[in-house]
């Protein structure tokens, strides 16, 4: 989906009934993160071998991409319907 600074952004399609969240990864680093649409944020639900620095890298880029992250949530939810 989002390949930004070594960091590849994802989603998985056996996560039934979440909300829309991002997972990311690199090496063997990784999050989710649940992105609330109405306020603009992106709270950590769980993170692996990352640095503050990899935080707020993966954060910024989530906001930078926000919307593009959102909409592409909502095209893989709509693929997994059909």
Not at 10 to 34: D, I, L, S
Not at 40 to 57: C, G, L, Q, V, W
């Amino acid at each position: 989906m989002l390949m930004i600074f070594g960091w590849r952004f994802f989603f998985y399609a056996n996560e039934r009934n979440e909300p829309a969240h991002v997972h990311c990864r690199k090496g063997n680093a990784e999050a989710k993160y649940w992105l609330d649409v109405e306020a603009f944020a992106a709270i950590e639900e769980h993170s692996y071998n990352m640095s503050p620095a990899d935080k707020r890298t993966v954060r910024r880029v989530i906001f930078e991409h926000f919307d593009y992250i959102v909409s592409e949530w909502e095209k893989f939810q709509e693929g997994k319907d059909g």
